[in-house]
Structure formats: C-alpha cells, structure tokens
C-alpha cells in the first residue's frame, strides 16, 4: 500500500532551492505521535488522492473506527499490535520550508529505534498527553535527543481535549518539561497546546485554545533551523579506501569538515605523515579544479607514495586532530547485556576501527530517572560515561570540537550496540603531528657491543604452557650477565600486567600482545641488548609477525617439551582449570599450538637439564653471529 | 553544495562502505530509472567503474525496450553483467493474489542467484518514498537465511554507521539511494544526462512512472514527454508513484508479504 506522495524537492526545474529541515517525533509511547503525524500530512495537503477515504474504507471492513494514526501504521503487524515499530520518513512542506519527518516509536522495546531516527534529525518534536504528564519516556526521550546532540525541540502537549482544554493543566506540563529540558541545557523553542485528533493547534488556532498566543505546530516547524554548515571547521577527511584501478592511486573518503584544493599541504593521522595534495579525482570528468567542502565525497591523489589504510584521517597539519588510545566517552547503550568494565568491544569511529577495552565507568544513569546508579554496570537504554583504552591508536576530536568526528559506535559481536560522544582525548599527544624520526641513540652500536660482546638480538621461545620456557629463559639471562652482555628478559605475561593490560586473550588480542612484545624486544635489540622473550605464542602468523619485525636479529627456539609432560608438571594449575572448563582459551589441551617450522634450535626440556639446554642455546648464538667468541670450538661441545 | 550534491555524496559513501567491508557484492539492477542511477552514482564513487557484477534477475517478462537498454548500456558501462532467471510461476507460494505471485518469481529468481554466486551484499535501488513498508528500510539491511527481512528486529543505524556484519550464510541487502525521492531521482538524471527507457515518458497522453513486468504494471495519464515536464507533473500530482504496479494494491497486506519473504 501506498503512503507518501512526494511533493517536496528542493530540485525544482527553476531552481528554488528550499531549506529542508530534518525532524524527529518522539515521546512515551500512546501520547498520539502517530496521530499528530497523520493530521500534519492532513492539513498541508500532503496526503495522496483517495488515501484518506480507502483507509476510512479499511477501518470501516474492520468494524473500527478511523485512527489518523493507520497512515504511518501502514504494516499490519503494527495494527494488530497497536504500537509502532520503525522509523518511518515522510515529506511535507511548510510555507519556508521542506519537512522531512522522521516517526520514531515509543515503546521502549523499540529505543534503538528511535536513536536510529533521531540521529538523523536536525530538530525534535517532543510530544506529551496532556492527562498523563510528563513520563519516564518522556523523560528519557529528551535525554537522548541532548545526547544525540538535537538542539532544537518543539514541545507538544497533546489530547488537551482530555482536560478541557485547560490553561492550567498545560502550564504545569510547560513548567514541567522545561525544567527537565533546561537541565540538560536545552531550550524549547515553542510549547504548542493541540488535540491531534481533532486538529486544534495543529495549522489552526481554534476557539478552545484561544487563551494560547504562541505558533501552532505547522508554524513551530516552520521555524526550525536546517543543520549548519561544517565547512568552517578544520579539515578532517576519514580515509574510507585506497583505489588502484588504474594507474592512479586515489584516496577515497568523504570530506566529514573543513575544505580542501589541491594543493594543500595534508597531514596522515595517526601516522603523522605529512604530504601534498596533488589532484582531486572524479568522474566523468577529472581532476576537478576548485576547492571542496565538507560533506563532499571525494578521491585525491598524494604527491608521494605513503602507506595509508582505511580509518586514517587526512588533516592540514596545523590543525589536525590528535592521536589517542585513550577516550573518555558519553554513551548510549542498546545491547541486551550491560556493559561493564573490562568488557572487550569494537569502537568505530568513521571508517577507523579498533578493538578497545572498558576501563572505567564513571557514570551510569537511566535517562528516565536521571539518577546516577551504582557505577558498575550500564544497561540496556540507559547511558553513562566511560574510559575505553584502544588496542591501536585513533586520531579524533572532543565533539564539542567536531560534532562528526567527534563520535562514535560501539559494536557486540558483528551488531551496532550503542553509540557515544567523544568528551576528551588523552592528554599529552604531540600538538603539532611531523614526519616520525626515531631519535638516534648517542651511543653507536659497536660501542655497545664492544663492551658487551655479543650483538642486539631477539631470542624467541615458544612453546606449550609449562614447557620450561621461563625456566630456560632465567638460565640464559644469568649465563649472559656472567659474562658481562645485556640479556633482558620479556615475559608475555610480565608485560600483561602492565603495557598490555588492555588486551584480552581473544586470537585478535594475543596477536597485539605478540606483536607489542615483538616491538619492545626489538627496540631493545637494535640498541645492541639481548631481549629474550618467554611466551607460548601460539599462532605461527603472529611468530611471523614477530620475525618480520626484529628482522635479521630474530632467534626462535622452540621449547618442545612433550605436551603431557607439560601437563604433568602444571606449575601454575593451568591445565587442571582447562580440564575443568574455568579456563577459556588456554593453549595445551586443544592441538590449538602451531609448532615451529623452521626454528633456529628445538629443545626438549624433559631429556636434559637445564644448564645443559642453555650451554646448547648460547652455542646457537655463537654459530648465528650473536654471540662474540674467539672460535666456535665446535670439537669442545661434541 | 546542493540538494542532488547532498544526495550524491551520501549515495557515494555508501557504496564505499559496502565495497570496504563486504566480501563479495554485487548490484541489482532492474533497467529502470532507479537502478540506472544508481549505476551512476557506482561509477562516480569507483571513478567510471563498476568493480562488482550487475546483476539482473530476469523475469523474461520486461519490456522489449527494456531489454534493449539492458544490452546496450551493459557494453557501453563496461558492466559485468549476469543475467539469471526465475523459476516458472508454480514453484511460487500458491497463496499470494496473482500479482504478488508473479512478482514473488522474482525473489525465487534472487535466491537462486544469491545461491549460485555467495554474495554477502545485495545492493539494491528502493527507495524510502516509494512505498510505506520500504520507508522502514535501514540503510544495510539484514536478511534471514530464507533471505527474509524482519522488520520486527531491525539493528540500530545512525551517524553512518552499518552493521556489515551479516551471520554466517545470511546476506546484506545495501541500498545506497533510498534517501532519494522520485522527484530527485528525475532532476539527477537530467543533471547527469543519465540514459532513460524511453517509456517513462509520455505518449499518447500515458506514461510509465514506475517500470516491472509487463503482465503486472500500467501506464499512468500523463502529457510529460520531457523530464522537466515530469518534474513539473511531480510537483502537482497526488498519484502515487507505484499507482501502476499492480501487486501493491491487491491485497492490503500483499507487499509486506513479499517483501519479509525477501523480495526488494
């Protein structure tokens, strides 16, 4: 069935353009937005030919009487229900402007819903049954559209007809509502007394509301504001892809503020990398010439070749957004579970993504009651503010700055679970992002050899949960210091406690958890220390990812201690958790464990001692370069 | 920027996305004015390419012209098009009224194909003004395993944010335009100098608004034979774009029908 006739395009064939402004109607569930909406489309002739009389027609074969409200509740499972279900958009004109008005549902069940449409609204209008007052719904409905930063609300006392029409009953509403909004620091720009059914107050003035002055609802629409321009804020534009379809290597992303030409000298974040604009790409014809604004999608092509991904943002280096791993943020949540601190989630901001780990809750508030409740977990539909730590770096503003960057979504297992505003971004970032260059050490390397006598390198020890591993790993150390190298040692767990506390033991988390100590052990070896690295590190990729980063100074030996004797020795109880099922995703008992192919040694802690498997260590850094020594005697270890 | 640059922009950044973060999409393209658009808005956004198939589900039953625009334009676009085809009308639910069951050939047609091919992404050209049930669509929509929509539980979408993430086996139907209105659709195509069937314009005082298959769709009264001259019949008229498509009206409930089964 047919519902909305389309009167209203901006994209006249004379060319008016007429500002469109984008609304949203909420309130508690049965205050009569359904109604209200269908007398809008009523009184400014928006309703198609023959749609009133057939849905008069529909209501009469059902032996009901006609509802305004059938017109959006155009799905039958919503009839039989009685309650709408989904945001539905509808075209009308005032006299100044086009309407596009967003029906959000009431029922709390449906809350994710009207987020869906009211974030997309440049203005609200806030309905209330002028019997039943101001409810939770209402409440919390005005709460969300604070949070979802909607400025302008237009306030509704609906079913004045239930109380008389009386001026006093809509004062205590008006005194009621405003208060409420005012707190959250919003102003209502008109509160309009009206009975939807009947059409009083709707594009009339009528005799019973007659000791009303203000606009009617037509005329409060008609004077809301379209969204204002991002064009004036710094330039920020989020890298969706990279395209090389050709010869060209374009940069594809929409321009969310600020403006560009080519030309400008553009900033990559996080990376802080700095290049040129050097053309901007389109289709049919390209490159355009001229300068773009925000909302713009766009494809620019860069006067060097960068490594760029999806989810960087391209600024101008003087005001570019800062890099954080560290986000205080307002939320919104939707999900059946609440959330709570230390829950591992997905943050989307833009196009970037990062896995990100609650650290705080700081606030937790359900938007009906507005009371602060106990700070430990935050409900479905209610909202809160929380500390996340992110597993990589992002680059983003406070939204007070940038209301487009400055937001983001959450997601749970593959679904958008809550959205939030960002409200701060770790303090003590660079201000001024430049071309990374690692600071030199003022020590050369041969220095440092020449007094260690050994090379940096990274030995790396993988092997089951309890294969002697950290045993090994201890032995080595002190047989180094002895004989006066730098060995330090990095235990993947050591490293948990502190630089890793973010991470999980997700496949996702434990490749990040390698692949930091990969970094940090790295860092160290190229300032000439032996970095001896102690952790299972299952995955054969992520071992990869640790060779590929430590390069040429990469030692793997493989503690192949056999799994039952590992088990049999159980130091730390692991394997009998495991056994119980307490311990989810512990390496050992699944064949989950990818051996080493091609490590520079393989050891077998159960056939010999200690002492004997470092001597055979230590002889495998003599004959790799590592170790300095006069002659490997290579007769003296048979 | 204006109205139709607004439209194009956002239409742009969703085909982004969906290429970002799907597997393995493909596009709908039914021939008419929507899905032509739509194309364009494709080639724009992937700078004068289309990197995934265009698909046609075919009923065997469209216009000729249809047909012709089809081979024609599919050489000239550069498309890689495959053309698949329903299963005869009695492998279709006996229950829905004549013209829904035609119709509904074509979502057998579809799963076939999603079946065939193992697209995780269906972009598709509806629009939220053409008709009530699709005026709750989201942007990436989820379907069901059957390829069926439940409007009942619908994921949250907002500040361009999508859940691209379909379970295991079930797919995303995209759709990049449905922000669009027929009238803007018409002012696009005349802006860009978008090729159109010649059947939406008029002739002998009838016009196509909305083009299906030819057992179940009708011309509507109509002197417009220029796209300006559709523009200006736009402003004034109070018909319904989809008057002509027989299915819609048959029964109350029939579309919906179709479309929780899985149909566009």
């Known amino acids: ?531 001896i690295v102690a952790a299972v590190s299952p995955a054969r990729e992520d071992r990869a990812t640790a060779r590929r980063i430590a390069d040429t100074a990469f030692r793997e030996i493989h503690v192949a201690t056999p799994a039952e004797i590992c088990e049999a020795r159980d130091p730390k109880g692991h394997y009998k958790k495991a056994r119980a099922g307490a311990l989810a995703s512990f390496t050992g008992i699944g064949d989950d464990y990818e051996r080493p192919e091609a490590a520079e040694l393989v050891i077998d802690t159960s056939a010999r001692t200690v002492a004997d498997a470092a001597d055979e260590i230590e002889l495998m850094l003599k004959k790799t370069g590592v170790l300095f020594d006069e002659v490997v005697d290579l007769a003296a270890n048979i | 920027m204006d109205h139709l640059d607004q439209l194009e922009a956002q239409s742009i950044y969703i085909f982004r996305e969906a290429f970002a973060r799907l597997k393995k999409i493909a596009l709908l393209w039914s021939l008419g004015k929507d899905s032509n658009v739509m194309i364009w808005l494709a080639r724009k956004a992937f700078f004068g390419r289309l990197p995934f198939p265009a698909l046609h589900v075919d009923t065997g039953k469209k216009f000729p012209e249809m047909y012709r625009f089809r081979d024609h334009y599919g050489k000239e676009w550069d498309l890689d098009l495959r053309v698949e085809p329903c299963p005869p009308i009695d492998a279709v639910d006996p229950t829905l009224p004549p013209a829904a069951r035609s119709a509904a050939r074509k979502t057998e047609g579809l799963k076939m194909a999603l079946g065939k091919y193992g697209f995780d992404g269906l972009i598709a050209g509806i629009r939220r003004d053409e008709e009530a049930t699709r005026a709750k669509e989201r942007v990436f929509s989820p379907r069901g395993l059957e390829g069926n929509w439940d409007v009942r539980d619908q994921p949250p979408e907002f500040w361009d944010h999508f859940n691209a993430s379909p379970p295991q086996g079930a797919h995303l139907r995209i759709h990049p335009i449905l922000h669009w209105t027929e009238a803007d659709i018409w002012a696009y195509t005349k802006r860009e100098n978008i090729p159109i069937i010649p059947l939406y314009l008029a002739k002998d005082g009838k016009r196509y608004r909305s083009l299906g298959d030819r057992d179940i769709t009708n011309p509507v009264a109509s002197t417009a034979s220029t796209i300006d001259e559709i523009l200006i019949e736009l402003e004034q008229t109070k018909v319904p774009e989809r008057a002509g498509r027989a299915l819609d009206h048959e029964t109350e409930d029939a579309f919906e029908r179709l479309r929780v089964a899985g149909y566009l």
């Open chain 1, 1 to 531: 069935m047919n519902m909305i006739v389309t009167t209203a395009s901006p994209a006249t064939p004379n060319g008016t353009t007429r500002p469109q402004v984008r609304i949203v109607i909420v309130g508690h569930v049965d205050h009569g937005k359904s109604t209200l909406v269908g007398r809008l489309l009523h009184e400014t002739g928006s309703l198609p030919e023959g749609k009133l009389e057939m849905l008069k027609a529909v209501s009469a074969r059902r032996g009901m009487p006609f509802e305004w409200s059938f017109l959006l509740d155009a799905l039958q499972t919503e009839r039989d229900q009685g309650i709408t279900i989904d945001t539905t958009q509808i075209r009308f004109r005032t006299n100044s402007r086009d309407i596009v008005l967003i029906d959000a549902p009431g029922h709390a069940e449906f809350l994710r819903n009207m987020i869906t449409g009211a974030s997309q609204a440049d203005g609200a209008v806030l309905i209330i049954d002028a019997l039943e007052g101001v409810r939770d719904q209402t409440r919390r409905h005005g709460y969300l559209l604070h949070l979802l930063g909607v400025k302008q609300v237009a306030i509704v006392v609906n079913k004045m007809d239930r109380v008389d029409f009386s001026a006093e009953r809509f004062k205590a509403i008006s005194d009621e509502i405003s208060a409420h909004l005012n707190g959250l620091g919003v102003t209502p720009t008109a509160i309009v007394p009206i009975s939807a059914r009947d059409g009083d107050g709707v594009a009339e003035h009528t005799d019973r509301i007659g000791w009303y002055q203000g606009p009617t609802v037509v005329e409060a629409l008609d004077r809301l504001q379209p969204a204002r321009p991002l064009e004036a804020l710094a330039l920020r534009l989020p890298v969706q892809a990279i395209y090389k379809f050709d010869d060209r290597r374009i940069v594809a992303g929409r321009i969310e503020s600020g403006s560009l030409v080519a030309g400008d000298e553009i900033v990559i974040m996080p990376a802080g990398k700095i290049a040129k604009i050097k053309t901007v790409e389109s289709w049919p014809d390209t490159p355009v010439a001229g300068r773009q604004g925000a909302g713009r999608s766009v494809g620019i092509t860069l006067d060097r070749e960068l490594f760029i991904e999806r989810g960087d943002i391209i600024a101008h280096a003087a005001t570019a957004p800062r890099e954080t791993r560290r986000l205080r943020v307002r939320i919104f949540w939707l999900h059946d579970k609440p959330l709570a601190k230390g829950d591992q989630l997905l943050v989307r901001c833009g196009p970037k993504e990062s896995r990100a780990t609650v650290v705080a809750i700081e606030k937790a508030v359900d938007p009906g009651e507005l009371e602060s409740r106990e700070n430990k977990a935050i409900g479905r539909n209610h909202v809160g503010e929380i500390d996340i730590s992110l597993s990589n770096p992002i680059a983003t503003d406070p939204y007070t700055d940038n209301p487009r960057t400055g937001r983001l979504v959450i997601e749970v297992s593959g679904r958008i679970a809550g959205g939030g505003l960002v409200l701060s971004v770790d303090a003590g970032q660079r201000a001024v992002p430049i071309d990374i260059v690692p600071v030199e050490s003022a020590l050369r390397l041969d220095e440092r050899s020449a007094r260690y006598r050994h090379n940096g390198a990274v030995v790396w020890l993988t092997g089951l949960p309890a294969s002697g591993k950290s045993t090994l790993a201890k032995a080595l150390e002190r047989r180094l210091f002895t004989n006066g190298g730098s060995p330090i040692l990095l235990d993947g767990d050591t490293l948990r406690a502190g630089l890793n506390s973010d991470l999980g033991f997700s496949a996702a988390d434990r490749s990040e958890n390698i692949r930091r100590l990969a970094e940090v052990a790295t860092h160290l070896a190229r300032n000439g220390h032996i970095a």
